[in-house]
């Protein structure tokens, strides 16, 4: 079993940067693939970025490449997804995701967190 527990949401302006991170409990989380994903108001999910299980394949969607960075501690249980230059359409809920299946549209997840919220003001 593996608890997913986002932080580090906020506000902040156009431009500006925000790292969110994505704890772990559990000694298997190194076993696992994290996906982010996000959600704005009225909007459906969206994948933003995927990291493989020892850090070296990730995968981005394209309206985040070139600006967020995906990374993942394994000794800290940690994904973490550093966010610059952010848009105000970045605003939304950021959720991780954890499974097994693949860093490429998945067919399921195992485990969600519970969302932390990211806006961006213009």
Not at 51 to 63: E, F, H, K, L, Q
């Amino acid at each position: 079993q593996v608890q997913l527990v986002e932080s580090g949401g906020g506000l902040v302006q156009a431009g500006g940067s925000l790292r969110l991170s994505c704890a772990a409990s559990g000694r298997t989380f190194s076993n696992y693939i994290i996906h982010w994903f996000r959600q704005a108001p009225g909007k459906e999910l969206e994948f933003v970025a995927a990291i493989g299980r020892s850090g070296i394949n990730t995968n981005y969607a394209d309206s985040v490449k070139g600006r967020f960075t995906i990374s993942r501690d394994n000794a800290k249980n940690t994904v973490y997804l550093q966010m610059n230059s952010l848009k105000p359409e970045d605003t939304a809920v950021y959720y991780c995701a954890a499974t097994r299946a693949g860093l490429v549209s998945p067919p399921s997840y195992d485990f969600w967190g519970q969302g932390t919220q990211v806006t961006v003001s213009s």
